[in-house]
């Protein structure tokens, strides 16, 4: 990049977003690692195969895209492995559509809530994705 050249990278606000977001989601990671009994059994409810498997694999990818996008470290592949894990668990374990009264209420937030992080998630890797095109052609 070129010498003096302000990124929003190393702006406070994002900074500080980086840390909320990827310390939200190292704590959704460890505490579903810390929990993977009772995650597995609710997603052997939704039908999700291979329950504890499936919790173990999705709360690492929760932790590598926390811990990653935290410390700015490898930011497309940390974005990456929280998008992966909000794209393949939403739709099956927060299936509001398919739920009724207060159930559906609460499943609706989950998807809504993980929607959010999902565009947020997004966003991460698009800033990272252009942080890196500007050092690799030397902006």
Do not use: C
């Amino acid at each position: 990049m070129a010498e003096g050249s302000d990124t929003v990278t190393k702006s406070t606000g994002f900074r500080l977003a980086r840390v909320i977001y990827g310390g939200l989601l190292t704590y959704m990671g460890i505490s579903g690692l810390r929990n993977v009994e009772a995650q597995a059994g609710y997603a052997e409810s939704k039908g999700v195969p291979m329950p504890e498997t499936s919790v173990v694999a999705s709360h690492w990818l929760l932790l590598v895209g926390g811990v990653g996008i935290s410390l700015w470290k490898l930011p497309a592949l940390a974005a990456s492995a929280a998008i992966s894990f909000l794209v393949g668990v939403t739709p099956f374990t927060h299936d509001f559509w398919n739920q009724e009264g207060q159930e559906r209420q609460n499943e609706e937030n989950h998807f809504l809530k993980n929607a959010a992080m999902l565009g947020a998630a997004l966003a991460f890797l698009g800033v990272a994705e252009s942080e890196k095109a500007k050092k690799s052609t030397g902006e």
